[in-house]
DNA sequence: GGGTAAAACATGCAGACTGTATGTATCTAG
DNA sequence: CTAGATACATACAGTCTGCATGTTTTACCC
């Protein structure tokens, strides 16, 4: 035949078209309901495919969810802008990461799935690299700036990540958007000192 | 035989065995891991029992989950001083909560695990008819009492709720009690207007 | 207190799913 | 052009869940 296609090229389509079928069923139906006889139908190939270019369901899993991830981050990343003070980038930045996360199924996939099936720590250390550096150094600048008080980086980024992510499932769960925001806006703004 | 016992003791005590083994095989293996096999032969019976008392294996993880919850309840009952200012009471309610989830696996199977298996807006009305409808009526009295500003309450309720979570979970992961409690008390003491 | 209905439990079975082992086609490199 | 690697398909073993069907124990009524 003459359509010849080189290894790499097919493998990265065939893990794109995998995981694109994966996100969608995800979106749709969590992860425990969505089978691998599902995900390759939809894709239309075999699960030898599947099981050829990752390990299990799981590493799958883990795929959609970082490519995911990167894409909440660039939203976050073009909401700030440089010359705003720290205290305000992370006001930005939370507005952002709501909006973000308003894509159906997205909550639950990467709030409520992902520590359940990679477990906690895995799942932290995906949104480690990504938004959650970002509001990590953004604490760090805000207190480096005497904005905010003395209070443990670490602890604090856990905490405030995680009202971030209670503002953000409010949202799914019917809260308006509005106050949602508001509510994050108030925490912030406690912060100040 | 002569050890007649009515059918009423009878079922408690089933479900009560039933729902000892579960839990502490989720607490060590959580959800997903721990089979029915599993449980039962903890228990010392058939899967026949099982699936006499409760409708299918979540049944049995909402039971679990409610007799959890309800105990962490109690704790923050108990550790709120009646003559305290509203905020007070959330200070140490908070402390409270921090400290009854530090029992091993269990912030992994009231946060992380109840969300994933019995869906979001579930285990949140679980989660509303104990811990969470105390922070609301704290919430609400130091509005009322003038020592929080204007925020929409569900909301509120919600972002401090998951910021109590996140917390929690920081020192399920290492983060330092003091230090976990620290950030906390730093979000409530923020919103004091 | 005997006997029938109902509840409590045990056993056996069907369907589905995951992961792996093995087979075949396609690509790569010398 | 050919040997070997890579990509994928097919077939299989093991396990699990939920249900259907048995057997035993308790409840109730005459």
């Not at 299990?56 to 981050?73: H, S």
């Not at 930045?93 to 895995?122: D, N």
Request: no cysteine; proline share 5%; glycine share 8%.
């Amino acid at each position: 035949m003459s359509d010849r296609i080189p290894n790499d090229v097919r493998t990265s389509r065939m893990r794109g078209a995998l995981m694109d079928s994966a996100r969608n069923l995800f979106l749709e139906q969590g992860f425990a309901k969505t089978s691998t006889p599902q995900i390759v139908k939809a894709a239309g190939v075999t699960r030898g495919a599947l099981y050829h270019h990752f390990a299990d369901k799981t590493a799958l899993f883990l795929g959609v969810l970082e490519r995911e991830a990167e894409n909440v981050a660039l939203r976050i990343d073009g909401a700030i802008r440089p010359e705003t003070t720290p205290l305000d980038a992370l006001r930005d930045g939370a507005g952002a990461y709501i909006a973000a996360m308003s894509v159906p199924g997205r909550t639950r996939l990467m709030l409520i799935e992902a520590p359940a099936v990679l477990g906690a720590e895995p799942a932290a250390r995906i949104d480690e690299d990504h938004a959650r550096a970002a509001l990590r150094e953004g604490l760090e600048a805000a207190r480096k700036a005497g904005q905010i008080g003395d209070v443990p980086l670490d602890a604090l980024t856990a905490v405030l990540s995680a009202a971030f992510d209670g503002a953000a499932l409010a949202v799914a769960d019917g809260v308006p958007k509005k106050d949602a925001t508001t509510a994050i806006l108030a925490v912030i703004d406690g912060l100040r000192s």
